[in-house]
């Protein structure tokens, strides 16, 4: 057992007086929840980049989607799984080619920011809860 | 359930190693691609005139074109079916030559169908590999109706 350890089981922990505890408390919350909102209204400035992007440069998207080849190439393979198994480089190929890129990353960032905005307010109500049992 | 790597530097040694293998992977496939379609596009462009039967192409479509002509495939309707080639009009505004050999397989909704079935503006979509010519040598066409 080390040192700390020792003395941690054998001391007795002081108790802080009741306005200092208070204060402490008050003042752990509210770094806290200033570190929660920050993170927050990053999530949700985040989440409005992506969105203000999609609607900036969404019939460009929507035209990429559309027109992808990748959705093309996607419909031959449902259609005609045989030629496509027997050729498989080739098939490999053509799906890794077509990849519509743009799509794909704004959809992930979209999504990422959402989950985090989401996470976030969860994790904020939780600190409220938690420091609000606390000082009452 | 005891984690497999107890130590925190072996852990981030491990998650690096893994990022720079992905970063690796994605960096050797993507050289690959674009070497293909550069190597695709290349053949195309010097047997253009050949391939095409001296034409070349619509001028005012050249504008809304994608950067390179897929090497793997073409979907669009087609120009013209002489012999065993077709050219084809893809949607990315590419005339690509298509050659029909003994193993491709020619399908539409009905089954299975042959090259007289194919006829000058049909909706198809072709499938194949690129050849040193900047052909596409399909290995399936499928028939497409023509509503869009």
Known sequence: MNERAFLKEHLAIPEAPAHLAHAITTRIEQVALR????????????????????????????????????????????????????????????????????????????????????????????????FSLHLT | MQPLITSKRVQIVVGVLIVLILMSLSFVAGSHVSERRLSHFSNWRNNYPGMMGGRWGDRGSMMNRAPMPLPNGVFGRILSATGTTLIIEGQDHFEQNVLVTTSTAIRSDQGTATFQDLRVDQRVSVFGRPTEQGQIEARLIRLLSDRP
Do not use: K
């Not at chain 1, 929660?36 to 900036?56: H, K, T």
């Not at chain 1, 045989?82 to 098939?91: C, G, H, K, T, Y």
């Open chain 1, 35 to 130: 570190r929660i909102w920050m993170e927050v209204s990053l999530a949700a400035l985040g989440a409005l980049g992506v969105l203000s992007y999609v609607y900036a440069s969404s019939s460009l998207l929507q035209q990429e989607i559309q027109e992808s080849s990748f959705i093309q190439f996607t419909r031959l393979f449902v259609s005609d799984p045989d030629i496509f198994l027997s050729n498989i480089q080739e098939s490999v190929w053509s799906f890794v080619e077509t990849i519509p890129m743009q799509s794909i990353l704004l959809g992930l960032g979209l999504s990422l920011c959402a989950v985090c905005f989401v996470g976030f307010v969860l994790r904020l109500r939780q600190v409220r809860h938690q």
